[in-house]
């Protein structure tokens, strides 16, 4: 079982926190080593050293630890319902809306930011990998894979991952509307209604015929988004 943030002991924590927050803010080349104890005002340089083995680590307990909080409020949504949806709209609900559960405030749009940060990074990380992901969002994952049967593995990866990042950024977008507005739309479910029907959209596309053998192996390649 992956750790939780409780495991980690006081300065652990705190180096968590920091990697999070200044990859959200900067993205990954703003999260020196330097810099990371400097947030988590650790004047030891060996720390993230001690407590995990290097910065890489870090920055992938952190991820682990997020995906495992949001993983335990969809395993919440989908303990409420009688059955997993069998559309492509309720099961994309159960897939995204838990962010929303786990998170909320300045944390929400850090943890957006952070995602898709490590997204635009690298796509292909080794974290996103479909072996990796939590119980509950592998049950959403291969019922929205079944309901996409006729799109090859790298198109559905693809579709999916531009609809949870149009998701997260779409969140974050709001949120930062909101506060600088107080407008009513960005704080409405009508606005998270868009945000899911354009994640909806682009799963009900017809196929890419994409067989002309320059599509790439996608194996085990998940979307770049686990929680």
Known sequence: MKARFADHGPVA????????E????RGIEGASIREILRVAKQGNNSAIYRHFGSKDRLIRAIYDIRQAEVDD??????QRL????????GLLELFLLPVLDAFAGRQRWIYSQFILHLILNDP??????TRHEEPAVRLVHQALRTRCADMSDQVFTMRLSVAV???LMGVSYGDRVANLTGGRYPQSDQYLEDLIATGCAL?????????????GS????????QG
């Open 13 to 20: 924590q705190k180096l968590l926190l920091a990697v999070e």
């Open 22 to 25: 200044i990859i959200a803010e």
């Open 73 to 78: 409020c969809r395993m919440i949504r989908m």
């Open 82 to 89: 009688p059955k997993l949806p069998d559309d492509i709209r």
């Open 124 to 129: 292909f990380d080794e974290a996103f990998d």
């Open 165 to 167: 990042t149009n998701f």
């Open 203 to 215: 799963l009900m596309q017809p196929p890419f015929d994409d067989n002309d053998g320059t599509a």
């Open 218 to 225: 996608a194996a085990n390649q998940g979307c770049p988004f």
